[in-house]
């Protein structure tokens, strides 16, 4: 990865932990939390792993590729969640969660 | 801390963080998770804190004593929601929840 | 905490999570690591403690006061820490840790 | 993964992370720091990645083989690192690295 990559992707990184944490806070706040169990698994899921891989990133981390692998996994299993539900969070969720996959890929 | 005192404690964090997690899962799988909601959100913070002051003592932090006291909080509000529900989970969460606040709070 | 405190206090913690991050990998790098060695165990404790309380806000945890006070604590012990030391990455990362360790005591 | 297979690998991922911690604090102890450089640096990385994946796997993550996958290349990496020193901590860690490598390969 280049330098610029490098700061591409954590800044990629940073906001879809961001947006996974922003909805999971909004799904269990929503009237119909049951529709939203596996919504929240996800979030949490994707927030943390996103949110792990930026920080080893910052640490320059020798395993970035082979983490950055299975985050792209775990965000395109997110965001396909996130897409089936009309709630804007969720809206946002699942494009910060396809763009962040994509990012992961490149850098795998 | 004697030695001791640090290894029941991390032992006592260990188990606090797993029934928290357990907890968690449960909530989320329950028919009525939206009574579950502060529940759910309760115990991952709880996990969360548990898991960090446990890896941060088996590192040697110098800041076991305050990480601790913020952490004895967060285990009491959690036990304290769990309490209120009569799931099996929700009640063996409440009772490793004090019982590892009651940890946090002497090493504290 | 307002909104707006909340966001930057956030972009903080995510400044000097970074900071204390490169720092870290920057000392390990350095000819004489003995003398970084408390600087290297100081700042994984910084960007922990950083990185963590970034993520918590963002799921808007309940125990943001309470965190961002221990928080403090841990910035600017190593905040003093690098100080301490000439290299750039240490200085720069001193300015990152004394800002964050006020931004938290205010959200305290 | 079997519900004794899935306990096996928590506690054996809970010794790695354990392991790793011990020995890196005690590598920052040492008196020739330089040459524990890098043996610090995987020590950090390995037991931040067991930490989270014992984590992970207590709240039921629908990933834990694609975690154990990459969890275990770094936990490889870090017993090789590990072997090469002679300190009872860097081989006792060494030991604790393999073991949890097999057990993650066992269960991706």
Redesign the interface.
């Known amino acids: 990865m280049s330098h610029e990559q490098n700061r591409n992707l954590?800044q990629t990184l940073?906001e879809c932990?961001?947006a996974c944490?922003?909805c999971?806070?909004a799904c269990?706040?929503e009237?119909?939390?049951?529709m939203?169990?596996e919504c929240?698994?996800?979030d949490?899921?994707c927030?943390?792993?996103c949110?792990?891989l930026e920080?080893?990133l910052?640490?320059?981390?020798?395993?970035g590729s082979?983490?950055a692998?299975?985050c792209a996994?775990?965000c395109e299993?997110c965001g396909n969640e996130c897409r089936k539900h009309d709630h804007e969070h969720c809206q946002k969720c699942a494009d910060a969660c396809f763009k962040c996959a994509n990012a992961c890929k490149e850098a795998a």
Chains 1, 2, 3, 4 share one sequence.
Do not use: G
């Open positions: 954590i940073h932990a961001e944490n922003h999971y806070d269990l706040k009237e119909n939390v049951k939203m169990a929240i698994r996800l949490r899921e927030a943390d792993i949110s792990y920080h080893a910052t640490r320059n981390t020798p395993f082979e983490l692998a299975v996994e775990i299993a």
